[in-house]
């Protein structure tokens, strides 16, 4: 972690600062021990040439045996040539370097501490001035000012705060953005939704004034107007159902009860609620899969996803033609194709038939575009996807659901 990494660096400077300088300590020591001794050493040589000249009854074995005792007669007898072995040094010579190198010393120890204080000092000042600019973040932050951005690659020590920072930040403008586009997306659906609503709650309401304006109205034509108006009213009915049903996805609010389900049961279940559109277009069914093919899923919610794609490929099927369906399933994930020998769909508008609310030109003239936007949102959220190719011969749906 880059702070740790800066701490580290920090305390190895502050280690090799100490170990210079123990080492100059050690040095200026054994320098110092180096000097006295020899002075000491050059003293004793005088001492025993000096000892010879005034004593020479005195043979060098007793001068050496003299030295090396300890003996306060012998104290004594140095004493009466200005040696004197009990004070801090016996030599002049050797006080005054003991004093230099005693400064030398201290010195070196003030310099120690004035580096490491002033290293505190700058280490502080530095940190607290990082402290400041992270403030200042978050107060911009604060006014909804996304577009700030911190160094992710700098060595202070509150890199690994910044970066979360800086992640926050990032976080926070996606949500603002997403915040946003929910709010253009809302506001378009809303106008879409008034759109749909409009125009069949106007046909109902012109048609009922027609009705009640006109006493004498054929029985017949009565009739056609009032089929017209439980049609429009099934149209509000499914749009309304599948609006609340998108809204409840998009706000997260359904949870799949998964279980093991056959493609088959799947396929079938579908197939009945589109059977009256089949038959009224004279359409064959062909079914191919595998038997044992099977997901796990929330049957229902399926159901209805499934259903959504048939009617479409129903709608837009020529009467008296074909609509095939194959299911079967591998390793990674189980599919079903409907294939219809339709009119097509045009370049322009295959990107966009998922879309809410879009109608393409070959649409319906009832359809209000719902229906497979509501289809891919459920099958999505089955950890499935779903794709379409189209020819002036006809569509393809495909559904994938991944183990």
């Known amino acids: 972690m880059q702070n740790e990494l800066k701490l580290k660096k920090f305390f190895l400077f502050s280690l090799i600062i100490s170990a210079i300088f123990l080492l100059v300590f050690i040095f200026l020591n054994i320098y110092e021990y180096q000097t006295i001794t020899k002075n000491y050493n050059y003293q004793i040589a005088a001492l025993i040439t000096n000892l010879k000249n005034h004593e020479p009854q005195l043979s060098e074995t007793e001068i050496i045996k003299i030295l090396n005792s300890n003996s306060k007669a012998n104290l004594e007898l140095f004493n009466k040539y200005g040696i004197f072995l009990t004070k801090a040094s016996t030599v002049l010579a050797n006080k005054k370097l003991s004093t230099t190198y005693l400064f030398l010393n201290i010195t070196f120890f003030l310099i120690l501490i004035i580096i490491f204080i002033t290293m505190l000092i700058l280490y502080s000042k530095k940190t607290s001035k990082e402290i400041k600019d992270l403030t200042k973040y978050l107060e911009e932050i604060n006014k909804k000012n996304y577009d700030l951005k911190i160094a992710l690659n700098t060595e202070d020590e509150l890199s690994i705060l910044k970066n979360e920072i800086y992640k926050t930040t990032i976080m926070l403008k996606e949500i603002a953005e ?15 939704i008034s759109h749909q609503l409009k125009t069949p709650l106007t046909s109902i309401l012109i048609m009922l004034d027609n009705i009640l304006d006109e006493e004498n109205m054929p029985n017949q034509t009565k009739n056609e107007f009032l089929r017209d108006i439980k049609s429009q009213i099934l149209n509000i009915n499914f749009l309304v159902e599948a609006l609340l049903k998108l809204a409840k996805f998009d706000a997260n609010t359904i949870e799949f009860t998964k279980e093991k389900t056959s493609l088959q049961t799947l396929v079938n279940a579908a197939l009945k609620n589109v059977s009256s559109l089949s038959d009224l ?39 008296n033609s074909i ?26 508008d295959i990107n966009h038939i998922f879309e809410r609310f879009y109608k393409g030109s070959n649409a319906n003239p009832d359809s209000v575009g719902i229906g497979l936007a509501l289809a891919k949102t459920i099958i999505e959220k089955n950890n499935g ?16 659901y991944y183990h």
């Open 385 to 400: 996807t779903i794709s379409v190719i189209s020819s002036p011969k006809g569509t393809t749906f495909t559904i994938k």
């Open 281 to 319: 277009k004279n359409i064959t069914i062909k079914i191919s899969g595998q038997e044992e093919a099977f997901l796990n899923c929330d049957l229902p919610w399926q159901i209805e996803a499934l259903t959504n794609i048939l009617k479409n490929s129903l709608d837009h099927s020529k009467p």
């Open 178 to 192: 997403i915040n946003q586009n929910e709010k253009l997306n809302l506001k378009k659906s809303l106008e879409d």
């Open 323 to 348: 609509l095939e369906i194959n299911y079967a399933q591998n390793n990674i994930y189980a599919f079903i194709t409907i294939k219809d020998y339709g009119e097509g769909i045009s370049k322009k």
